[in-house]
T-cell receptor, first 114, second 114 residues
């Protein structure tokens, strides 16, 4: 079964700082990878996803993520964060091509200080 | 508008009093699932359904039941709620295959069991 690890539980940054949130998964086969964002009091929204092709994926609101297969990683990045990026971020994985469940990481809370 | 709806959004109940949380999607998705979100644990899947009359356990199914009599609806039933089921619950749906494996989440149901 697949699993997902997010090593940063709580990150505090100043506005304009660069962001990188780590995500590692464990599964030997082909996977789909996702980053979701949850703003305070709201439901999860998809930031970006990787199914195949270019390992550098661009999402909404200036976020991007890079799939590095050899490292089983899918780290989320943003060059310059804003106060409005304060939220909780979840990495998720599922086995490609099937109905198999989506497994979520434990989340990273990002706090951006103006 | 494509959406997943849940009702109620907030619920306070007492131990042992049966309750149902409804979930409905208007995207004709085959796959639906229920998650609970707890601090520090991320989202954990409770049950999922691959289509009408096809359901299976997720990671934390104890104390919950589901049914899928219609494609659009996937209610979550707590026959005898207990305080450890106090949580934030999300319903989600997605299509299968063809690169359409993005999950859409409902707004969440916050449950407090006294």
């Amino acid at each position: 079964a697949q699993s997902v690890s997010q090593h940063n539980h709580h990150v505090i940054l100043s506005e304009a700082a660069s962001l990188e949130l780590g995500c590692n998964y464990s599964y030997g086969g082909t996977v789909n990878l996702f980053w979701y964002v949850q703003y305070p009091g709201q439901h999860l929204q998809l930031l970006l996803k990787y199914f195949s092709g270019d390992p550098l994926v661009k999402g909404i609101k200036g976020f991007e993520a890079e799939f590095i297969k050899s490292k089983f990683s899918f780290n989320l990045r943003k060059p310059s964060v804003q106060w409005s990026d304060t939220a909780e971020y979840f990495c998720a994985v599922n086995v490609a091509g099937g109905y198999q469940k989506v497994t979520f990481g434990t989340g990273t809370k990002l706090q951006v200080i103006p | 508008e494509a959406q997943v709806t849940q009702n109620p959004r907030y619920l306070i109940t007492v131990t042992g009093k049966k309750l149902t949380v409804t979930c409905s999607q208007n995207m004709n998705h085959e796959y639906m699932s229920w998650y609970r979100q707890d601090p520090g644990l991320g989202l954990r899947q409770i049950y999922y359904s691959m289509n009408v009359e096809v359901t299976d356990k997720g990671d934390v199914p104890e104390g919950y039941k589901v049914s899928r009599k219609e494609k659009r609806n996937f209610p979550l039933i707590l026959e005898s709620p207990s305080p450890n089921q106090t949580s934030l619950y999300f319903c989600a749906s997605r299509a299968f295959g063809g690169g359409q494996e993005t999950q859409y989440f409902g707004p969440g149901t916050r449950l407090l069991v006294l």
